[in-house]
């Protein structure tokens, strides 16, 4: 009994590879060598980088802005970086970018993530939350990039460091009221002094305070010293004010009664002067001819003294009787007058 093949047998052509010449090959491999060559020998700078070149890992040149060539097949690397852009780095929250054009940016706090770095103690062990913003940028881009590993985490610590040094180093009112622009000035100082001793190529342009308020447990404690504080300077103001209202015055009644007690000093002094000089004149008179001195100082005396006198009676010195001369029983009229 003889033996069928199961199904039907197909027979396939044979593949066979195509005949290519070794050239072509050869030609083929240059093409793509030339082509890689060509890829990686150029590179572009935009206009706010800076390009940092390297040869085998080591810093050789810095490229501005455009377009350069180097060393193909990663021979020569470059690393661009933006040293025209101004950076911030947020301390105490974190902010989401807003995609409205009028907004630079929306602020979006998260306290998982903030709350360690902005609770910081004061000089008089009182607790405060700080929120701050650094704003710096790149300066030298080797340095950036070599000097420190991770200059960016350096910078954060350094400014964290800095902001507890001068926050400690003040009360929680100066922190609160009025020592922040001053805790700005000194932090702004102080950090940049850091980056040029670790040189690190950043260049500090200013520290905001973005706002200092104490921990939520003793706040209400601390808006009730608020407003004891702004009761007290108001009450101050007030005496102030009604201080300037009665004390000038009575400075002034005070000096205008010295300045008249001056002039009726000076009046009585020159009086007195003027009555002694005028005494001693007539004394002088007197002592050259003492009995005209003396009439005449009495005819001058009775000059001044009769007009003041309301009634007159002259009589006669031989007269022996007075009574029908004057009016006794008060009626009103003028006395009939005698002979001189």
């Not at 101004?86 to 974190?94: I, K, P, V």
């Not at 940016?105 to 700080?130: H, P, W, Y």
């Not at 200013?206 to 404690?221: C, F, G, K, W, Y």
């Amino acid at each position: 009994m003889s033996q069928e093949p199961f199904g039907n047998q197909v027979n396939l052509p044979r593949f066979e590879p195509p005949n290519i010449s070794p050239n072509v090959i050869k030609l083929a491999l240059v093409g793509i060598v030339v082509l890689l060559a060509l890829a990686t020998t150029w590179y572009q700078v935009e206009p706010d980088e800076v390009g940092v070149v390297l040869r085998f890992g080591a810093h050789i040149d810095t490229s501005p802005p455009g377009l350069h060539f180097k060393l193909p097949f990663g021979i020569d690397q470059v690393r661009t970086v933006d040293v025209r852009r101004q950076r911030t780095a947020e301390f105490g929250f974190r902010s989401a970018r807003s995609k409205a054009p009028t907004s630079r940016f929306q602020v979006s706090r998260i306290k998982e993530e903030s709350t360690e770095e902005a609770n910081m103690l004061t000089g008089d062990l009182n607790a405060v939350v700080v929120q701050w913003v650094v704003q710096y940028r790149i300066s030298d881009p080797v340095a950036f990039l070599f000097k420190v590993r991770n200059s960016e985490d350096t910078l954060r610590d350094m400014s964290e460091a800095v902001m507890r040094e001068v926050i400690g180093d003040r009360t929680v009112n100066e922190v609160l009221t009025v020592g922040r622009s001053e805790v700005k000035a000194v932090a702004q100082e102080k950090l940049q002094t850091l980056c040029e001793l670790y040189d690190i190529g950043i260049n500090i342009d200013e520290v905001v305070l973005q706002d200092v308020t104490p921990p939520e447990p003793v706040r209400p404690a601390f808006n009730q010293v608020n407003e004891a504080e702004q009761e007290r300077s108001q009450l101050i103001s007030e005496a102030q004010s009604e201080y300037n209202k009665v004390v000038p015055r009575a400075k002034g009644e005070a000096q205008q009664q010295i300045l008249a007690a001056e002039g009726y000093r000076l009046d009585r002094i020159n009086r007195a002067r003027g009555e002694a000089s005028r005494f001693n004149s007539i004394y002088a008179e007197y002592r050259k001819a003492p009995e005209v001195t003396r009439r005449r100082i009495y005819l001058e005396t009775m000059r001044e003294v009769l007009p003041k006198v309301g009634r007159k009676v002259v009589i006669d010195d031989e007269i022996r009787s007075v009574l029908p001369l004057l009016n006794l029983d008060g009626a009103q009229g003028s006395p009939r007058q005698g002979g001189q």
